[in-house]
């Protein structure tokens, strides 16, 4: 050998990308420029395990391939899968016991990725869990460059609390850390002389040859991407431009959508290049999300908006600076029409800023301190007058909302019960809060109610309506009656506090970002009933609904329960098929989907009396029929064979813990439920 200059090596930790997905981000676009600059370059994703398979991961079908090098365009890619990896909680007592998983996880053995640090010149970590591989790369070579690049807010993006402590303590093995939008610069105050700012760049041989329209409509509106993705502004858009047609590109979810509205797989990058350029004008659907607005500066896709010269609307945090680009509120939807009016009148006008190319981006990344541009200024630390002015526009508008005082539409469907529908009754009499309705959904005889309603017609408000048998279905007719701001659905044989809708309403103004609030039903002696709770207040997800309340003490804004739409009338008591429960658990799931925060309440209380305090035929009948709408609900909502298996398993192991106590019925009941739950699941809609 002769000469010939030796390459380089870099290896970069994304814990949300793999090089070979057809989901693109701009670390894929980083290792193409330095592959072209002719170092060697070793993708390596992490925070890969038997829990991604369980929350659907969209890179698992490369699990056979994981663990072992491939390379895919001269990059070498590796995912490393593990036994376990930590993920985040919204749960204190589960975050303080999984601390040490986080130390654990960086210590796991793997020859290949301590070979790659040991020889590596540059490692660049990305936002997310390869950070606390920092320390163990430096320690395997001080010699390597470590580059955090901060691709994003470690709050915004939900990441685990404790990453962002690792990342300070680890500040001494990190030599640059390399921001994408001056708008962060005042989160990394820590972090003085060693951060810089590294934008996005563009390949511009990607752009030159982009292939025809694939749109026949003569209006287009696209998006791209699955990042903090929010359904119910296309739910909201569709329906009031029926003459535009909505084009959504790997938003990493399915929702019922309009006619209007086209739904699209991940695909690569290039094929999704004609739907942007032949677009009237771009979306970027975003959350309404704390601590974004540097998304105005770091969105990937705003800016290849602009580069193909389409306008763009997006929330008015990710507005910024730009004349092509016209917010909204994500907090109040009517606030969208006006952004595609002006969105719409800025087509073929759109002013196409200069963007520096990735292979100049990346010199940057590399050695950011020998380019003027990446110093940041003492303003974009500080905030700029405009950014306050916006902060306080934000208070204000939050302020206002908080000073409206909310209505309540409480919808009750009843049947076959008129003493406890009168116990209800009095509760609500009392109430703290007389700012609500009563939409009672008759599924009685005729005049069975007849006496209690003429009893409190001059008490409350009431309005009464008959329905066909089955919960869904009145509760779908009460949904449509409903005049108040919040709609909660109160079972007739439950009762509330006097201060329960003082509650909820208190609550739900305090936090204007909470869409849904749950809480827990007790007994009259305060004990929990229906089913148990989590141990304290929190976020509601997917994954812990199960433990987050029940319908008696939902309530939602009627604003997200008209997003969500009607409740399954194949689920619940009186549906016409097996499945006689799930609708509420279905209508939640739904909700979460469409992107509404759900939040549970401890301190929310409402009453409902036992209903399994003794286990005889009669329960385990009703776990039978039961069980089957759960299994129902996770099938639908795709939570998988390996959860299906954990919830049946649990089931059956109590099944044997009662068996060991010689408590028959019990057993009897919880092995109802496990077969119950399997049946639901694979039995056919």
């Known amino acids: 050998m002769s000469g010939s200059k030796q390459k380089q090596s870099v290896v970069i930790v994304s814990a949300v990308h793999d090089y070979r997905t057809a989901r693109r981000g701009s670390i894929q676009a980083i290792a193409d420029a330095l592959h072209r600059l002719n170092y060697d370059v070793t993708f390596v994703s992490v925070r890969f395990s038997l829990i991604s398979l369980v929350k659907g991961d969209h890179r698992n079908f490369l699990w056979r391939r994981s663990n072992r090098l491939e390379t895919c365009n001269g990059i070498k890619c590796y995912l490393w ?40 010149a540059f490692v660049v970590i990305e936002s997310g869990l390869g950070i606390v591989l920092i320390r163990r790369a430096k320690a395997l070579n001080k010699s390597a460059k470590i580059i955090y690049r901060a691709s994003d807010k470690l709050d915004t993006i939900g990441a685990p609390d404790r990453l962002q402590t690792e990342l300070r303590r680890t500040m001494s093995s990190i030599d640059y850390i390399c921001l994408l939008a001056a708008k962060m610069a005042s989160n990394f105050a820590w972090a003085g002389n060693k951060r810089f700012l590294v934008p996005l ?78 677009a009237s004008f771009g979306i970027a659907a975003y959350k309404d999300t704390e601590n974004a607005e540097y998304l105005s500066q770091s969105s990937l896709k705003l800016m290849q908006f602009e580069l193909l010269g389409i306008p763009a609307v997006c929330p008015a945090f990710a507005v910024g600076e730009s004349q092509n680009r016209f917010g909204y509120d994500p907090k109040y939807l009517s606030s969208i029409d006006e952004a595609i009016k002006l969105a719409l009148r800025r087509i073929g006008n759109v002013t196409r800023p200069k ?140 009762w509330y506090r006097p201060s329960t809708l003082e509650d909820a309403v208190k609550y739900l103004a305090e936090n204007p970002d909470v869409d849904i609030l749950l809480g827990k039903t007790v007994d009259s002696n305060g004990y ?98 039961y069980s089957l709408g759960f299994g129902r609900v996770l099938r639908k909502h795709q939570f998988g064979l390996p959860y299906l298996l954990y919830r049946t398993a649990r ?35």
């Open 651 to 685: 089931s059956c192991l109590r099944a044997l813990i009662s068996l060991a106590f010689l408590n028959l019925s019990q057993a009897r009941y919880k092995i109802a439920w496990a077969l119950g739950t399997w049946q639901g699941y694979f039995a056919r809609p």
């Open 81 to 120: 899968r593990t036994v376990f990896h930590p993920f985040q909680t919204r749960s204190k007592i589960i975050r303080l016991l999984s601390a040490p998983l986080f130390q654990l996880y960086a210590h796991l053995p793997n020859s290949l990725l301590d070979e790659k640090f040991r020889s590596a």
């Open 355 to 494: 963007f520096l190319t990735w292979e100049e981006i990346t010199k940057r990344l590399l050695a950011p301190f020998e380019y003027g541009d990446t110093v940041i200024s003492t303003e974009e630390v500080s905030g700029t007058a405009d950014d306050f002015a916006r902060e306080r526009a934000s208070a204000f508008s939050r302020v206002l909302m908080q000073a409206r005082k909310p209505t309540i539409s409480l919808i009750v469907c009843t049947i076959g019960r008129s003493e406890k529908l009168e116990r209800l009754f009095v509760s609500l009499s009392i109430q703290n809060c007389a700012d609500f309705e009563i939409i009672v959904v008759d599924q009685n005889p005729d005049g069975f109610l007849t006496p209690i309603i003429n009893n409190y017609r001059d008490k409350l408000t009431l309005t009464v309506v008959k329905s066909e048998r089955g919960l869904s279905k009145a509760r779908n007719i009460g949904l449509k009656l409903a005049k108040g701001d919040i709609v909660c659905f109160p079972d007739d044989d439950c």
């Open 201 to 278: 760049g563009i390949h511009p041989p990607d752009f030159e040859e982009i292939g025809p329209s694939p749109y026949s409509a003569q209006l287009n509106a696209v998006s791209v991407g699955s990042m903090l993705f929010d359904p119910g502004f296309f739910l909201y858009a569709a329906a009031e431009f029926p003459h535009i047609e909505f084009h959504i590109i790997g938003c990493g979810t399915t929702f019922a959508a309009p006619n209007n509205v086209h739904i699209y797989s991940e695909m690569p990058f290039k094929d999704t290049l004609p739907f942007v350029k032949h």
């Open 528 to 625: 929990n009933s229906l089913s148990a709770f989590r141990d304290s207040s929190g976020t509601v997800s997917k994954w812990n609904l199960w433990s987050s309340g029940n319908s008696n003490t939902l309530f939602i804004r009627r604003e997200g329960a008209q997003l969500v739409g009607n409740f399954d009338e194949d689920l619940g008591v009186g549906a016409a098929t097996r499945f006689q429960s799930g609708e509420e658990s279905d209508f939640i799931l739904r909700a979460l989907a469409l992107g509404k925060r759900a939040f549970f309440y401890d301190g929310l209380l409402i009453h409902h009396e036992q209903v399994d305090e003794q286990i005889g035929d009669t329960q385990i009948k009703r776990a039978q029929k």
